[in-house]
Every structure is written in structure tokens, then in C-alpha cells.
């Protein structure tokens, strides 16, 4: 009879361990960093699941995946893969303006004021490269 309240605890433990953790964080950690979209109603399902054991982990969990965007559904017409930005990084490891701008338009349909004197550019670092899964070519 302990062994089976002890099993049934570590069961129950490891579940509001996860749902503390956010459910769309936790299996689509490529969703992150998404701003809106259509929800997925298999994450918020799994969220809600967290509201049935208590009210604080499931809250949590939708709090997780709103602010991390994990929870909402890709939109694969705007998405560019990290072999195709490869395309824009020059010889000297600097990003090509004129082919990233060429690019962002044949992928997307926009065109983009990239030669605007008003646009703002932030230097980015290693650590941001490598999120994309991009190598430094320098």
C-alpha cells in the first residue's frame, strides 16, 4: 500500500512540475519568440489540465506560454529557415543588406525599407547567432 501512494504521489508531483514549466514551452521550445497567432488548442488543453489540479500551476502555464508566444500556432508564410538566411551573410561574416532585403521579398511578398536612413540596426551577438542555429563565417 505505500509503494502505491508513493507512485501515485511522484506521478502527481511530475505533473504539476510540468505544467509549472508551460506544455507549449516545454514540446514546441521552436515556437518561442512568436508575437500572435492563432492558439493552439492542444497546448491550451494542456494548460487547462493544469487548472484541474489546482489553479495556480495551470495559470502559470498559460502565463508561461503567452509570454514566451509558445502557445500560439506557426505561421509557416513568414518563416525562414536558418540555410536560407545563410544566403545573406557575406564573406565577412556581415549581413548583405541588398540580398536580405531581395530575400525577405521573394519569401514573404514584402518589400522592405532596409535603405531607409531612419531604420535602426542593433548589432547582434554570438550568443543570438547561435539561437538561430547560425554559425559566425568570419
Given at each position: 500500500m505505500r509503494?502505491?501512494?508513493?507512485?501515485?504521489?511522484?506521478?502527481?508531483?511530475?505533473s504539476l512540475l510540468a505544467q509549472l514549466a508551460g506544455c507549449g514551452t516545454l514540446f514546441y521550445p521552436d515556437r518561442r519568440g512568436q508575437i500572435d497567432g492563432r492558439i493552439d488548442p492542444a497546448v491550451a488543453a494542456l494548460n487547462a489540465v493544469g487548472l484541474l489540479f489546482y489553479l495556480v500551476p495551470g495559470l502559470v502555464a498559460f502565463a508561461i506560454d503567452f509570454t514566451t508566444g509558445a502557445?500560439?500556432?506557426?505561421?509557416?508564410?513568414?518563416?525562414?529557415?536558418?540555410?536560407?538566411?545563410?544566403?545573406v551573410i557575406g564573406a565577412d561574416g556581415q549581413v548583405d543588406g541588398a540580398r536580405l532585403k531581395a530575400l525577405i521579398e521573394r519569401e514573404t511578398g514584402h518589400s522592405l525599407p532596409l535603405d531607409d536612413?531612419?531604420?535602426?540596426?542593433?548589432?547582434?551577438?554570438?550568443?543570438?547567432?547561435?539561437?538561430?542555429?547560425?554559425?559566425?563565417?568570419?
Open positions: 509503494k502505491g501512494m508513493r507512485l501515485v504521489s511522484a506521478v502527481l508531483a511530475a502557445i500560439y500556432l506557426p505561421n509557416s508564410r513568414y518563416s525562414l529557415s536558418p540555410q536560407e538566411l545563410q544566403e536612413p531612419r531604420l535602426i540596426q542593433h548589432q547582434g551577438g554570438l550568443e543570438q547567432l547561435a539561437a538561430y542555429g547560425l554559425r559566425p563565417a568570419a
